[in-house]
């Protein structure tokens, strides 16, 4: 028993030399050193300077095209004032403002165009600035008509086809179709609806708007951000096209190609590198007319189908403007449809040599030729 108490009080002495090693060490345990808070020993950062408030226009504040906008500053004070302020409106400048009262007036020539504008100034005083930016709001100053139609002609029409991008060129109706492992590109005999020549796109891709420039085929696709260049001749390839948005509706204007993507954005590209050289906001007099669609550039207009409507916009391509509506309420009734929320009106085409308009839908059984009341 002794010894056994012994070795007891041996082996535990041991075991707590141990552990107050350990402890004492810093490795572990209550004795671990604490690392000491690090100084930080930099300047406090400067405040930003503050010359100036602005007073008027209010963010968001809603103008029409046309309007004269007031810009009006006020300095914080006395001992505050600027030495000059420059002022600029979407992204230009316009004039330089010396003293009190620190006012503008944007001239009505300013705001032909309808969209969201930064309206910016930037203040100096004794070598330092500060900038301030609202945004405004110009709606059309029109109010757009709202046109009827009526029906010419009956053309027979693929009901699988779930039309996205549609034009006529010398006698034929040219075609996209979209859907997953169902997109194409056809070429198409009007009167009997029979498909001449046929390109699927690969399953993975779903096809969107097309557009003929000079010789040239140009598809879109949905969410890929890839689109391709064909000769018309052939459908063969010639090149590939990549842009940042979705990819909608496509027409040609001049020497661009205009697409959307379902907001009211327009995007002007440069047809070679495909890089866009401006943008267009679309607003009627009371809003931003959004989910445009399919395009046709006709007689000086981009005809856009809104999407999920019965509605074409007819849009000034220089100011953004609604000039009218085309309501197509009607031409082929809901109820006929498959999918009601998917089988919509989609498609227009132009016939420049004889003037006549050309309609479709996704899946509808005909594709119609019409003309716009007066």
Not at 9 to 38: Q, Y
Not at 252 to 265: A, L, R, W, Y
Not at 299 to 324: H, Q
């Amino acid at each position: 028993m002794r010894t056994d108490f012994f070795r007891y009080i041996f082996f535990t002495s041991v075991l707590l030399f141990i552990v107050w090693t350990i402890s004492c060490s810093g490795r572990t345990g209550a004795g671990t050193a604490v690392p000491s808070p690090e100084v930080n020993n930099s300047a406090p950062a400067e405040e930003a300077p503050s010359f100036i408030t602005m007073v008027s226009p209010a963010e968001n504040a809603e103008f029409r095209t046309g309007d004269r906008i007031d810009l009006v500053l006020e300095s914080r004070g006395s001992n505050r004032v600027p030495d000059s302020v420059l002022v600029f409106f979407d992204g230009k400048k316009i004039s330089v403002l010396g003293g009190e009262p620190w006012e503008f007036t944007i001239p009505a020539t300013m705001t032909p165009a309808t969209g969201r504008k930064p309206v910016k100034v930037t203040a100096y005083r004794d070598g330092r600035s500060q900038t301030l930016t609202r945004v405004v709001v110009l709606l059309s100053d029109k109010v757009p008509e709202k046109k009827g139609y009526s029906v010419v002609k009956s053309y027979p029409h693929d009901r699988e086809a779930f039309t996205q991008g549609l034009f006529f060129d010398e006698g034929l109706f040219y075609e996209g179709t979209g859907q997953e492992s169902g997109s194409s590109l056809r070429e198409v005999e009007p009167e009997t609806g029979k498909v001449i020549r046929q390109l699927n796109l690969d399953p993975s891709l779903f096809g969107e708007g097309i557009t003929l420039y000079g010789d040239r085929i140009y598809q879109v696709t949905w969410t890929s951000k890839v689109g391709f260049v064909y000769r018309k001749s052939d459908f063969g390839l010639i090149n590939r096209i990549y842009y940042q948005t979705q990819g909608w509706g496509l027409t040609t204007v001049d020497k661009t190609i205009v697409m959307s993507d379902g907001s009211n954005v327009l995007s002007f590209y440069e047809p070679e590198g495909f890089t866009v050289v401006r943008r267009l906001e679309v607003y009627d007099n009371e809003k931003m007319v959004d989910q445009l669609n399919e395009l046709e550039y006709i007689n000086g207009e981009i005809w856009a189908n809104v999407w999920m409507t019965d509605l074409i916009a007819r849009i000034d391509p220089v100011t953004g403007k609604v000039n009218s509506y085309i309501d197509l309420a009607g031409l082929f009734p809901e109820q006929a449809r498959r999918e009601t929320n998917a089988d919509v009106l989609n498609g227009i085409a132009w016939d420049r040599q004889s003037g006549r308009v050309f309609v479709t839908g996704k899946r509808w059984p005909n594709l119609y030729e019409i003309k716009v009341a007066n």
